[in-house]
């Protein structure tokens, strides 16, 4: 598969650290390589290149990777440098950050997302001002005359 300049690999060819099914974890975990994750962890996960929850996976965590590919269920914040990929049946309750966000159908996402850095317009202490572009209508609903 061709890759774009600059787009990184969904998937680290070295290292892979796998948490089984029907394993249970607790604690920090600071990995190299790819970060499997097919039973169930709490705590938080530090710097793995890729973080893969598998459709049997459940995390607990607050977890900052470079990629995210999510098939199970996490509760909790990522924050990923490169990619997040929410795979369809997955189940996120928490708030993402990252440069690059795929969503499948079938994904139930609770939270809040923020892509990339500042734009131009806002501030980070909250949304645009009441009849700024894209700012909502005072009913909370996008008023696509205002962006």
């Known amino acids: 598969m061709l890759k774009r300049e600059g787009e990184a690999p969904e998937v680290d060819r070295g290292q892979t650290s796998i948490l089984a099914q029907g394993c249970k974890f607790e604690g920090k975990i600071d990995v190299r390589g790819t970060f499997r994750v097919e039973g169930e962890f709490r705590g938080s996960i530090a710097t793995p290149e890729n973080l893969v929850v598998g459709k049997t996976g459940v995390v607990h965590a607050e977890c900052q990777v470079k990629n995210a590919v999510i098939g199970g269920q996490v509760f909790g914040n990522i924050v990923a440098e490169h990619k997040i990929e929410l795979q369809s049946g997955s189940r996120l309750e928490g708030n993402i950050k ?12 609770e939270g809040n997302c ?34």
């Open 98 to 109: 990252t440069k690059r966000l795929v969503i499948d159908e079938g994904v139930v996402f």
């Open 114 to 147: 923020s892509m990339g850095g500042e734009r131009h317009g806002l501030t980070p202490a909250g949304p645009a001002a009441p009849g700024a572009p894209g700012a909502a209508s005072p009913a909370g609903i996008f008023n696509p005359q205002r962006g």
